[in-house]
């Protein structure tokens, strides 16, 4: 059952309770986004559970389960989607996108979120060259991971943390969207949804049914976003790391151009072994926020030759060299 985005995508003008599609914004294996309006013309963005390996659109915008043996698992996720709007609207912070209301319709669950002016992570990523300056590093996540401290206490985890589902707003603040609660549910019970990860960034235990995922899944997460902003683009995929680690820790790969206390940190966020990384977000946060580093020096420029030295001394004396 594999159906273009135009064909799952709800079109413009289509009325949704108090709200109005604009344009859809993404689609996944498991929800579709998009940008609406509300009776005041403010802007949202709604997210509409449609697992895709699940369910198909009609005609006139309803959800349907085409085969029998599917709908458990459907209500299931959508279960989850359900609790994941409701965890969500209780927290209030900065960087913790918003969900100002979550309602049934078309046979399906849809999350109210806020819409905010910006760009990715990813997308700031590739502005600045591949790599940017530790105190922006610093800063970014130091302040995210406020935000996710809140979901944890909440028994909420993200699971899919990395550099495109990282909002930065247009006043500097970073905003956490896309949680998963429906998608990692269904992801660990059926293995046509296995595929869903994103390939570097989700944590070796993931990929195992059998293994416990807590905060310390988010934080392999972590890791891999800070090693990507150091210039290592996206880690290997986490499941091959544990059959042939080819990753080169960041203390070795970045040590030119970073703090040994923040390369420490991610590779210890990039263990493998779940014991050996971060406790919790805290630890992360507060090695994040600590006054006691400094960063590499870059190596001075070349000195210009002599012939070169004479020439600008006498440009800046007017053609006199003394």
């Known amino acids: 059952m594999t159906q273009s985005s135009q064909q799952i995508a709800l079109p413009a003008g289509f009325r949704l309770g108090e709200y109005t599609i604009v344009r859809q914004l993404s689609v996944g294996g498991f929800s579709v986004v998009y ?11 709604i997210k509409e559970y449609l697992p895709r390996n699940l369910a198909t659109r009609e005609d006139d915008g309803q959800v349907t389960v085409p085969h029998e043996l599917d709908r458990d698992a459907f209500n299931l ?9 409701r965890v969500l609207s209780g927290i209030a912070h900065p960087t913790v996108v918003r969900v100002s209301n979550f309602f049934r319709a078309n046979q399906t669950v849809y999350m109210v979120m806020e819409y905010a002016d910006g760009r990715s992570l ?4 590739e502005l600045a060259g591949g790599r940017m300056e530790e105190a922006r590093i610093r800063k970014w996540f130091a302040a995210l991971l ?16 990395k550099p495109a589902n990282i909002y930065l707003r247009r006043n500097g603040v970073p905003l956490l969207l896309d949680f998963g609660a429906a998608r990692q549910t269904l992801s660990r019970r059926d293995k046509h949804f296995a595929a869903m990860y994103t390939p570097g960034f989700a944590a070796p235990e993931q990929y195992e049914k059998e293994q416990k995922l807590g905060p310390w899944t988010d934080i392999y997460a972590i890791g891999a976003c800070l090693y990507a902003c150091m210039g290592g683009g996206t880690p290997p995929v986490s499941r091959e ?10 203390g070795q790969a970045f040590r ?6 923040l390369t420490a940190l991610c590779d210890r966020c990039l263990a493998l072994d779940p014991d050996a990384r ?4 805290l630890e992360v946060q507060r090695c994040l926020l600590s006054e006691s580093y400094a960063a590499p020096t870059p190596p001075p420029e070349p000195a210009p030759a002599a012939s070169k030295l004479v020439g600008w001394i006498k440009g800046l004396t007017g053609g006199r060299s003394s």
Not at 241 to 248: F, G, M
Not at 278 to 281: C, E, K, L, Y
């Open 256 to 261: 030119q151009w970073y703090s040994p206390e």
């Open 241 to 250: 790391r544990k059959e042939k680690d080819t990753l080169v820790p960041a």
């Open 278 to 281: 971060p406790a919790t977000v």
């Open 122 to 125: 990813g997308r700031e990523l």
């Open 35 to 45: 940008l609406a309006l509300d009776g005041d013309d403010r802007k949202f963005a």
């Open 146 to 161: 406020s935000g996710l401290r809140e979901v944890h206490s909440q028994r909420l985890l993200h699971l899919d943390i």
């Open 77 to 85: 996720g959508l279960k989850c989607f359900f609790e994941e709007g």
